[in-house]
């Protein structure tokens, strides 16, 4: 979900939305405050957080992001590091350092499946929940890109902006859309790792990176690439954890603590998704590389010096 | 000696303060002149840092508390020093090989990935930085002649702190100044038409990124006889948007203007931190969040409004060529 919100910004604004595992993090804060201060039922959690953070990311894009469109990629990427920082320390001194759990029941796993004499445990709310809240959403937006207008002019702007103007698209109006789907995306994100963990500070932050590997991998700007991106990352950091742990016997590596590195594997799939196919598994011709480097290998002219 | 406390309180700003010139100087070799965005300085300072702290500590004795780490080499401060900044170039090198060619904003997510990826060696690895205990007891480069008095202890570090400051200012102008910066800049406003011009541009990225990461290494130097203990929690991969802010502030491209930026940013968190006992208490505890709101704001602020920082870059012109 995370992933899928951070791949829209991008698709129309052209950016790495850094802000976004902050916009995760304010999602939990505000399930958190209607959940445990007002005492409503998570669900209301949930709507709340959807909609404040779908609020937050159309103030920012009026506030900050529309007057940077036409600096480019990287004073946008400056300022939402910064709002970051503001969103990160704004909720640090409202509700303070410590971490928060919902005012919900912990279920204990069920055995769903017994094969042989492994019984395969789920947990009801850590692992259920997630993916159903997960494939509504993906069902959703499926149906919002191919069978409304919106989703039609979501997609034509991101293909080429200029292009959607002069076919009679408020591209404002899309774009502020967009960042709306995006930070509800993100909120209800947020929530859910909130229930996975609890709700701290950091929380967005902390998976960020992974959000980002699953962007990448899945191809930047296409929702449904994120979706497989992510899909592929939690492989992968499984994988890599077994791999890690088989080091740590004494008897292979010795090596301390190996498991703890399993986040870097989620790392070397990005960088080498970024190296071997930047466009990513679903992308288009996505351009990742300044034409410059992609003709790195010119040979390099020699001018002699006083002729 | 017995040093003024006004000394002392100065040597206790000058030395936090020129550790992040340095490491703005550092960045601004990168950013500033040549336009590569990297997010990973935290990591590169963390390197430099440990590097130091590891070659000049004493052996420690083994304790059920203190399982020990790599060190134990008493080196002298110096080739510590030298040591750091090759080994933060280094990093540098190996992680620019792969990554270099992105555009800004996935270099910024790998640089970011990067200093994570240091940061879980630091807690993790024990047996090469002590994990979460970290280093203790590093010592500083003039521990023999200030035994018992602290205060001078600082001075000397702070006037040591100012010396490499003005070395790496210096050796960084002469750099920027030169052809080769110019080279950098043509590459900054510009890739396309520098290479038409016939430079190669990745070498000279490559060049720029390498040395100024060793800069970094070299504030990491400072730092870790500085702080005397280190842990892996200082190098908070966020940190490394502060130094953006010095830069920014400062007038990115313009290497006085940086150290101007340093300098001013510290100067208000070190008023941050000595108005705290005069403000009233709600404020106070909430004295370090808002120190970050104020920074972020600041950020955007300032990129939305004043990109170029105080000191703006000055248009180098260069006489014209009389045969």
Not at chain 1, 114 to 127: D, E, F, M, Q, Y
Not at chain 1, 128 to 144: K, R
Not at chain 2, 202 to 214: D, E, K, P, T, Y
Request: hydrophobic fraction near 55%.
């Amino acid at each position: 979900l995370g992933a899928t919100g951070l791949t829209l910004v991008f698709a129309i604004r052209k950016f790495a939305n850094f802000a976004h595992g902050e916009m995760m993090t304010f999602g939990a804060y505000m399930a958190f405050m209607i959940n445990v201060i007002l005492g409503l039922h998570l669900v209301w959690g949930f709507v709340f957080a959807a909609l404040t953070v779908g609020l937050l990311g159309v103030g920012m894009e009026l506030l900050v992001f529309r007057r940077l469109a036409d600096r480019g990629a990287v004073s946008a990427l400056v300022a939402s590091i910064g709002i970051t920082l503001i969103l990160q320390n704004v909720v640090n001194a409202t509700f303070g350092t410590s971490p928060h759990v919902y005012a919900i029941v912990h279920e204990s796993d069920i055995v769903f499946l017994t094969i042989g004499s492994v019984p395969l445990r789920i947990n009801l709310l850590k692992g259920i929940l997630p993916i159903s809240v997960a494939a509504a959403m993906i069902l959703l937006l499926h149906a919002l890109f191919t069978r409304t207008i919106l989703g039609k002019s979501m997609r034509a702007t991101a293909d080429n902006p200029d292009l959607a103007r002069a076919s009679g698209i408020r591209i404002r109006n899309v774009i502020h859309t967009t960042w709306a789907i995006s930070g509800a995306l993100g909120g209800l994100a947020g929530v859910l790792l909130g229930i996975y963990t609890d709700v701290r500070l950091g929380l967005g932050f902390q998976v960020l990176l992974f959000v980002f590997a699953a962007v990448i991998v899945g191809g930047l700007g296409s929702p449904y690439g994120a979706m497989l991106g992510g899909l592929i990352v939690g492989l992968a950091i499984e994988v890599a954890t077994a791999f890690l742990a088989w080091l740590e016997r004494p008897g292979v590596l010795g090596l301390e603590s190996a498991t703890q590195y399993r986040p870097i594997a989620a790392f070397v799939i990005m960088i080498l998704t970024l190296l071997i196919r930047p466009q990513g598994l679903a992308g288009g011709k996505a351009v990742i590389l300044p034409t410059s480097s992609r003709r790195f290998h010119l040979p390099r002219v020699r001018w002699r010096h006083g002729s | 000696v017995t040093l003024s406390p006004a000394v002392v309180d100065f040597a206790n700003f000058l030395i936090p303060a020129s550790i992040f010139a340095i490491l703005a100087l550092g960045l601004n070799l990168q950013w500033g002149h040549t336009g590569i965005f990297n997010a990973g300085v935290a990591a590169f300072l963390a390197v430099g840092t440990y590097t130091t702290a590891i070659l000049i500590t004493a052996p420690a004795p083994m304790t059920d508390q203190y399982p020990g780490h790599l060190g134990g080499f008493s080196w002298p401060f110096w080739a510590a020093a030298f040591a750091a900044m090759l080994l933060a170039g280094l990093t540098g090198l190996v992680i620019a090989i792969p990554i270099l060619r992105l555009r800004a904003d996935y270099f910024a997510i790998a640089t970011l990935a990067l200093a994570e990826t240091i940061r879980l060696i630091l807690v993790n690895a024990r047996g090469l930085t002590g994990g979460t205990i970290g280093v203790l007891d590093i010592p500083r480069p003039f521990d023999r002649w200030t035994v018992g008095d602290p205060g001078l202890s600082d001075a000397y570090l702070a006037a040591l702190a100012a010396g490499l400051l003005l070395m790496a200012f210096l050796g960084l102008e002469y750099l920027t100044r030169s052809p080769w910066g110019r080279v950098l800049r043509g590459i900054r406003e510009d890739e396309e038409a520098t290479l038409a011009l016939g430079k190669n541009t990745m070498w000279f990225r490559l060049q720029a990124f390498v040395i100024g990461c060793a800069v970094m290494g070299l504030a990491g130097a400072i730092l870790a006889p500085l702080v005397r203990f280190l842990e892996p929690n200082q190098f908070d991969p966020l940190a490394t948007f502060a130094i953006y802010v010095m830069v920014i502030l400062g007038g990115s491209g313009n290497n006085r203007g940086v150290i101007f930026g340093a300098f001013l940013f510290y100067s208000f968190d070190w008023v941050s931190v000595r108005v705290k006992d005069y403000l009233p208490e709600v404020i106070e505890a909430k004295i370090a969040p808002i120190r970050l709101i104020v920074i972020g704001l600041l950020l955007v602020l300032l990129v939305m409004f004043r990109p170029e920082g105080l000191l703006k870059e000055k248009k180098n012109t260069y006489p014209p060529v009389t045969r």
